[in-house]
């Protein structure tokens, strides 16, 4: 088992946000963390990243027990998190946004180039001249320079134009053909369907349902995601 989420609860200060999240994946897997907007999805990956603390339940990511880890340790075990806001430094080059990420593994500047063009051709320009889909690119790009065994992906095409987010669909299909285990929360529910392996639905902080994008029929989506 790559990630093994039970029984997770977590707190704004007083104010609880998860009730009950479970969540299972094996290495290799796309698994789709769906849900309306507020149900925790975001809480639950910064939970698991440990970037906020959680109160209950048990996080493990391969042997290990994140629940008395710091943030950086969690990255350093291998999960790179492309968090909601595409964070990347604003000052430094997309060169150097990617180097400075980088740690030992198959991800290369090349190859990172390879799967974004776009970034190739903006190598020495600073983050903050680039377009929100660009600095996206660069974002997912600097998870990778981690050589993460686990991928986040949290909303990584909101708000951008649609021949972007098809550029970012293809890259991740890319990925998950090379065998990238990726957690992925998005909201549109086509491509979502076609490239998850499993969904995996949070209701007020718990989870609801888990099954295949195949069993995810019309009345499960009515109930849950309001379609
Ligand atoms: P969205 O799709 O809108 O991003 P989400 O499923 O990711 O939604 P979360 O952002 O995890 O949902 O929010 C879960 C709950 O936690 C919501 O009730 C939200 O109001 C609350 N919440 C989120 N961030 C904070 C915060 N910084 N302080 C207090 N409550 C918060």
Redesign the pocket.
Same mark, same amino acid.
């Given at each position: 088992m790559l990630l093994q989420i039970e029984g997770l609860q977590s707190f704004?200060?007083r104010?609880q946000?998860l009730f009950g999240v479970n969540l299972a994946m094996e290495e290799g897997e796309v698994v789709a963390l769906m849900?309306?907007?507020?149900?925790?999805? *975001? *809480? *639950?990956i910064r939970s698991l990243c440990r970037i906020m603390p959680y109160r209950h339940g048990t996080v493990r990511f391969l042997s290990h027990d994140l629940g008395v880890m710091r943030p950086h340790r969690v990255a350093r075990l291998g999960i790179g998190l492309v968090p909601?806001g595409r964070r990347c430094f604003p000052n430094l080059s997309v060169h150097e946004n990617l180097v400075v990420a980088a740690r030992p593994g198959d991800w290369s500047l090349e190859r990172v180039g390879r799967l974004f063009p776009r970034l190739r051709e903006r190598h020495s320009q600073s983050a903050s001249t680039l377009s929100g889909g660009e600095q996206q690119m660069l974002a997912i790009g600097r998870a990778l320079m981690t050589n993460p065994k686990l991928l986040i992906l949290d909303?990584a095409t909101e708000g951008l134009a649609p021949v972007i987010r098809q550029e970012i669909w293809a890259a991740v299909r890319e990925l998950k053909g090379e065998g990238q285990s990726i957690l992925i929360?998005d909201?549109t529910l086509k491509e979502l369907m076609q490239l998850a392996d499993r969904c995996t639905i949070?209701e007020r902080?718990m989870s609801v349902w888990d099954g295949t994008p195949a069993d995810l029929g019309e009345d499960i989506q009515d109930r849950f995601l309001g379609v």
């Open positions: 704004y200060g104010s946000a849900g309306r907007n507020g149900m925790g999805k *975001t *809480t *639950t909601e909303e929360v909201k949070l902080g």
